[in-house]
């Protein structure tokens, strides 16, 4: 995979992000307003899973090299008053960031992607709290009806991060192999590789920086493709928003096998 984010970076905007999520639960008439994207939560439940989860993620991280996710010890419940769970969710974005800078990008800790492309370092978590964090910032803003486009340094390395993270393993691809293609507006290429060996991703030169083919085929062209901004390539991958709000090349039935497919079955 090409060169992620740096470290420093990925630090950056997760505060970023925490700052943007804050924002739009500030704006909410109610907490108890429902979450377009995700039905089966309130406001509030969103923001009290964001708050917990990075507590958990924040005592992971500061565990180290672990055989199970750790659990933040003592901390207070989401508060329902709004000024009140404002302050809890900055204090919970702090305990996950102050426990990142401590351990560094390459530190090992316990995470949940053992055969993924991705190590199992603090880094990688921070690189995944990001995409996280983003993509709820997304529900929390749609819920108040103003959702806004994702940075695009966050999604163009979003793309990256799910395919390499949140797909890729080695259990076997139950169906015919195949290629799939993730193509962003930016101008940055993806492409995902489906077989008994298990789901790989991998990223696509540049147009041009390759020699042509004969009669312009590619002898490797994708089974499907998708196409749209790095932003709505994430929002489709994390179910945000309709797959067909793309453009795809070659039918969306791949897609389908491919959100049915659970290698942990």
């Given at each position: 995979m090409e060169k992620t984010l740096e470290f420093s970076d990925l630090l950056r905007l997760i505060d970023e992000?925490?700052?943007?999520?804050?924002?739009?639960v500030a704006a909410a008439p109610s907490l108890d307003v429902q979450v377009p994207t995700c039905p089966e939560w309130t406001l509030f439940d969103l923001a009290q899973h964001i708050g917990e989860g990075r507590r958990d993620w924040a005592a992971t991280v500061a565990a180290g090299p672990a055989p199970a996710k750790s659990a933040a010890?003592?901390?207070?419940?989401?508060p329902r008053e709004r000024e009140a769970l404002s302050a809890w969710l900055a204090e919970s974005t702090e305990q996950l960031l102050d426990a990142l800078r401590k351990a560094g990008p390459d530190r090992g800790c316990w995470t949940w992607w053992e055969t993924s492309q991705?190590?199992?370092?603090?880094?990688?978590?921070?690189?995944?709290?990001l995409q996280q964090l983003a993509v709820h910032t997304y529900d929390a803003q749609i819920t108040v009806g103003a959702p806004q486009p994702l940075p695009d340094e966050v999604a163009l390395d979003g793309v990256d991060e799910f395919l390499s993270t949140c797909v890729a393993t080695t259990s076997a691809w139950p169906?015919?192999?195949a290629a799939v293609d993730f193509h962003a507006s930016e101008g940055r290429s993806w492409r995902l590789s489906l077989s008994a060996d298990g789901a790989r991703a991998t990223r696509l030169p540049a147009p041009g920086t390759v020699p042509a083919t004969a009669a312009g085929?590619?002898?490797?062209?994708?089974?499907?493709?998708?196409?749209g901004t790095a932003g709505e390539l994430v929002l489709a991958l994390?179910?945000?928003i309709p797959v067909d709000s793309l453009k795809l090349d070659g039918?969306?039935?791949?897609?389908?096998?491919?959100?049915?497919w659970d290698p942990d079955a």
């Open positions: 992000r925490s700052t943007a999520f804050r924002a739009a010890e003592g901390a207070p419940a989401a991705s190590p199992q370092t603090s880094g990688a978590v921070a690189r995944h709290q169906h015919k192999p085929e590619d002898p490797d062209a994708a089974d499907a493709s998708f196409r994390y179910g945000r039918g969306r039935r791949l897609f389908d096998l491919l959100e049915a």
